[in-house]
Structures are given as structure tokens and as C-alpha cells.
């Protein structure tokens, strides 16, 4: 993702990154929805927000974050180092992971701000304004609603005896 904005129009002003939206955007597309999928995963999503307290931390305390068997956390942490967004430091025999740039905690400060805003959107908002009278006659009634009524009007219809 770095390498592909460094090839496009990329200015930075004042610790942001101004991209001149045209040509960048049309050819950066796909890096972007592959990194997007990428962070996707809930794995993955764990792991990088462990690390963005700056600390190193082994595959294994990041399985235990996310959730994950050690095999699982390490073929995600093999991708993410792939794509550049994590680093690996040796320190003898462990291997400690840590965020490759300040770039991807502030891509992830932002993902993270944008996620708080609302997390699940249940349901689009009513076009119905609840507050207009009668209002509750205009919904569609729900499925139980429709059910008893459809039993209802079946009980009083008069019944049919075959000969």
C-alpha cells in the first residue's frame, strides 16, 4: 500500500497525506479493497489493535488476543507482514511483531474512530415518521401479527365438508 501511493501524486502537509484523487484513486482501488480485506478479518483486526500500544509482542500472546490457535495467528501474521503493515523483530529464538509504520496506527486510528460511531446499524433508519398520528397503521404489520390474523380470518370462514 506504501510503494503504491509513493508511485502516485502523493503530497504530505502538516503530518497529512493530500492525494490527487484522479489517477491515484482509479489505480489504487484495488490495493485499497485488498488491504481492506484484509484488515477484515476479525483475527487480524485483534492483532493490530493489540499493537497499537507500540509494545513488540510474540505470535502466541496474539493468538491468545485474538482468539486464535498459534498455527492460525501465524499464517495471519505472515500475511500481514507480507502486505507491509507489520514488522518482525528476531530476538534469539522469538520472533516479535510489531506495526511496520506510524502510517498503518494512524490507517487504524481512523478505522477505529469510524467503527465507534455506530458499530451495527440495526436497521436503516423509519421512513415513517413515528411521531405522525396513525403512523402505526402505515407499518407493515410483523409476522406474528400477520400469523394470528391469518387464523382468525380462516376460523370464521364457514367450513367446507366434502361428501
Known amino acids: 500500500m506504501i510503494e503504491a501511493l509513493q508511485r502516485h501524486d502523493v503530497r504530505k502537509r502538516k503530518g497529512h497525506i493530500s492525494i490527487d484523487a484522479e489517477p491515484a484513486m482509479q489505480t489504487i482501488a484495488p490495493e485499497l479493497a485488498e488491504l481492506a480485506g484484509l ?4 483475527g487480524r483486526a485483534s492483532i493490530l489493535s493489540r499493537l497499537m500500544d507500540g509494545r513488540p509482542q510474540t505470535a502466541s500472546e496474539l493468538a491468545l488476543v485474538a482468539g486464535v490457535t498459534p498455527q492460525t495467528a501465524s499464517w495471519h501474521l505472515s500475511r500481514m507482514v507480507e ?4 514488522k518482525v523483530e528476531r530476538r534469539g529464538p522469538r520472533r516479535f511483531y510489531r506495526l511496520a509504520t506510524p502510517l498503518v496506527a494512524q490507517m487504524l486510528e481512523g ?3 469510524v467503527a465507534a460511531i455506530d458499530p451495527h446499524p440495526s436497521q436503516p433508519p423509519p421512513r415513517i415518521d413515528p411521531e405522525m398520528p396513525g403512523s402505526d397503521l ?5 409476522r406474528r401479527a400477520r400469523r394470528r390474523r391469518h387464523r382468525r380470518d380462516a376460523g370464521s370462514r364457514p367450513s367446507q365438508s366434502r361428501p
Open 39 to 42: 484488515i477484515a478479518d476479525p
Open 83 to 86: 502486505r507491509a503493515l507489520l
Open 111 to 113: 478505522m477505529m474512530t
Open 138 to 142: 402505515l407499518r407493515p404489520p410483523c
